[in-house]
């Protein structure tokens, strides 16, 4: 079993610079590898005649060479490489351009098996850069081939090629995780037929049957895992109850603003369920800027002044560091003690927190993932909220809500899902929605160009940082990469402070920096001593400083939709007309019409509609936009039905068998173990 999860660096012909790449698709492990689904096939088995072909069509052909190759040099720097042949049906060439050293490989008598694009030119036949091989090695031609993602430096052939090999030494070594009953109930393959034809598959349609089985075994995990969860942690369960407090509307009277009816609509159900016995747990979905935050502060005012403590976790130390400060300003002068808990705190400050915690003198307690570990005890925990939950597993936020006995619960997010999915997936939250801005929001001003217009929009900023402005400008990478043509942070950064903007302060932010530094630079935007932040997508959730007006994205078609509404949204929170500029950098039409979508709508759920549209639900779910567990072959929307079956017989499972114990069982326990014991992704390149 171990073998699975060898590094990949210790197979044959893998070396680090092709370990390196692999890890850029997301491949570490042999297991990785052998779960690498591609993502399309291209069918080479079905094979034609030289008389049957079509012009234009890829076809396979059973060929024998004639004659020797002839080379022609129309041009220079051009040349073609001809090689005769005949096929049952006729005579043909095979063509090759630039490819000279072809032409000893192939001798008169020979037969191949050759793929390539068929054309016709008076009555000459051609196969146009065919792949070919001998009859019976089946590797390339005469049969489905697999179509994988890829990445630069790595083409489908090399993969294929891994892949073939590590399925012939190790498939051997993955378990049948389903139970027999079930693989019979519903007729699948067993797992290792399936993987097999996931990948080299005999036929189309046995293809789709590998895929429904291994899909179904996903998603049963994935329900089995969520239920036992949720059984765990929240389920009909009886709660704080919270006593009704009038102090907490004298609280909301001396706010420095006026409450927008949806965040009172949302704070009374939260009250609600915080006065029942029941455990609250309730999913709050509000769109960028729609002001989640303060409601948090007051829901956790109200659990303080009832002698509670209450956490909140985000997931980014600039996030958490924010909202301490803002929680902290705010709370502190009622003399309720707040404190920040995140990784990079000093050991000796670290135990002191710990320590004061665990014996109730600390009231709030914010951090990120840092207020889940195993030694965070806290005295009396009645509220735990999660900001920006889908940056979050399933289980992090499980963990937090453990910490105490039945606290009641919140997460917060700014990323909508589709109600029947959310039904299916968080059947046990409550859903709260605040669906209005606060007043006063200008419209935040959109506009798409190409890169000529990076000096105009440096003009642009120019002129607001004279007026006291500042602006954001954020890439894709934060190093310089070898191949690709893409902005990197760090030498934008540099080009700005030393060259185009070097009467003014230029800063840098980015995820590998070490916190303390991340901090000072944060700080130094917030009081506005840095005028243009170079940054990654670190920025990308709750950063707020409101005189932050202009927000430039390099290489935006390398973003999400929304992922670029959410970097928008950092801007347009304070008084100021905000300008948000994404600099698409391609010239696909699909890119293009992303960025249309974005111009036209400032609604993040109908932006994240769309997105699922364009995008299909593959690459929309495959992201880490709802704190699931990554899927590799289901699909939440297109296996729906999938998902209902597996819904239905993980609750049969459960029923019969809660622990999952039965040595029927006992093998998806492990499975599920594995599927959500995952940390949650990097959150920066
Ligand atoms: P998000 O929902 O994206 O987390 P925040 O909670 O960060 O949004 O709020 C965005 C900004 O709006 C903050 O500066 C916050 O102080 C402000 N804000 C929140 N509610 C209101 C309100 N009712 N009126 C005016 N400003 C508000
Ligand atoms: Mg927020």
Same mark, same amino acid.
């Given at each position: ?48 005649? *030289?008389? &049957? #072909?079509?012009? %234009?069509?890829? /076809?396979?052909?059973? !060929?024998?060479? @004639? ?82 993602? *890829?990445? &630069? #430096?790595?083409? %489908?052939?090399? /993969?294929?090629?891994? !892949?073939?090999? @590590? ?98 609509? @949302? ?419």
């Amino acid at each position: 079993m171990d073998s699975l999860n060898k590094n990949i660096q210790y197979l044959k012909g893998v070396g680090p610079k092709k370990a390196y790449r692999l890890r850029r698709l997301n491949i570490e492990t042999i297991k990785d590898l052998i779960y690498f689904i591609p993502r399309d096939y291209e069918d080479r088995s079905s094979f034609k005649t *030289l008389r &049957e #072909g079509v012009k %234009n069509e890829k /076809i396979t052909l059973d !060929i024998e060479i @004639v004659g020797p190759g002839t080379i022609n040099k129309p041009r220079r720097n051009m040349s073609i490489l001809k090689i005769p042949f005949k096929d049952s049906s006729g005579f043909g060439n095979l063509v090759w351009f630039n490819q000279d050293y072809l032409k000893d490989k192939f001798y008169v008598g020979e037969r191949y098996i050759v793929n390539g694009k068929f054309n016709k030119i008076g009555i000459e036949y051609q196969i146009m850069n065919p792949v070919y091989e001998k009859p019976g090695d089946s590797k390339k031609v005469g049969r489905i081939i697999p179509i994988y993602p *890829l990445t &630069e #430096g790595l083409n %489908n052939n090399d /993969i294929l090629k891994l !892949i073939n090999n @590590v399925l012939n030494e190790y498939l051997k070594y993955i378990p049948e995780t389903l139970p027999n009953s079930i693989i019979r109930k519903h007729n699948l393959m067993n797992v290792h037929e399936a993987i097999l034809n996931i990948h080299f598959p005999r036929s189309i349609d046995i293809m789709k049957k590998a895929k429904n089985r291994l899909a179904y075994e996903e998603l049963l995990t994935l329900q089995l895992g969520l239920s036992t969860m949720k059984n765990k942690t929240y389920i009909n369960k009886n709660g704080i109850q919270f006593p009704f407090k009038k102090d907490v509307y004298d609280f909301i009277d001396n706010l420095p603003f006026k409450l927008t009816n949806a965040q009172v609509k @949302v704070l009374q159900e939260i009250f609600e369920d915080m006065e029942s016995k029941k455990q609250m747990s309730r999913l709050v979905q509000g769109d960028v800027g729609s002001g989640k935050t303060i409601v948090g502060i007051i829901s956790i005012y109200k659990a303080v002044i009832s002698g509670f403590q209450a956490a909140m976790m985000a997931p980014t130390e600039i996030l958490a560091t924010q909202h301490y400060e803002s929680i902290s300003k705010l709370l502190n002068e009622y003399d309720i003690r707040c404190e920040l808990l995140v990784g990079s705190l000093s050991k000796k400050r670290k135990e002191e927190i710990l320590k004061d915690l665990r014996e109730g003198r600390i009231d709030v307690l914010i951090g990120t993932h840092a207020i889940i570990q195993d030694n965070v005890e806290f005295h009396r925990l009645g509220l735990a909220i999660t900001d920006e939950q889908h940056r979050f597993g399933v289980k992090q936020r499980a963990t937090l809500s453990q910490k105490g006995l039945n606290p009641d619960i919140i997460v917060m997010t700014a990323t909508p899902i589709p109600r029947t999915l959310a039904l299916i997936l968080y059947g046990d939250l409550d859903i709260s929605i605040i669906d209005e801005l606060p007043p006063g929001r200008k419209e935040i001003e959109t506009f798409a160009v190409d890169n000529n217009f990076k000096e105009r929009i440096y003009k642009f900023i120019e002129k607001q940082i004279n007026e006291g402005r500042q602006a954001y400008i954020v890439c894709p990478l934060i190093e310089e990469s070898e191949t690709m043509d893409i902005n990197s942070a760090e030498e934008l950064y540099s080009y700005l402070r030393d060259e185009r903007f070097n009467n003014f302060s230029v800063g840098l932010l980015h995820g590998k920096m070490p916190q303390k530094e991340k901090d000072e630079i944060m700080e130094l935007f917030k009081n506005n001593t840095i005028n243009i932040l170079v940054s990654t997508t670190v920025i990308e959730v709750g950063v707020n400083v409101p005189n932050a007006n202009i927000m430039v994205i390099f290489n935006a078609e390398r973003f999400g939709l929304a992922q670029l509404h959410q970097l928008r949204g950092r801007v347009g929170r304070g008084e100021y007309q905000s300008y948000c500029i994404l600099i698409n950098e391609s010239m696909n039409p699909i890119s293009r019409e992303r960025m249309r979508i974005l111009q036209s709508s400032s609604d993040g759920f109908v932006i994240s509609e769309k997105d699922l549209e364009l995008r299909g639900p593959g690459e929309f779910f495959g992201t880490r936009q709802h704190g699931l567990p990554e899927l590799k072959v289901a699909n939440l929307f297109t296996d729906m039905n999938i998902l209902k079956i597996a819904q239905y017989d993980a609750q049969e499972i459960l029923k019969n068998d809660p622990s999952l114990s039965s040595d029927e069982n006992k093998m998806l326990g492990i499975k599920i173990e594995s599927m959500f014991n995952k940390n949650p992704q990097e959150l920066d390149y």
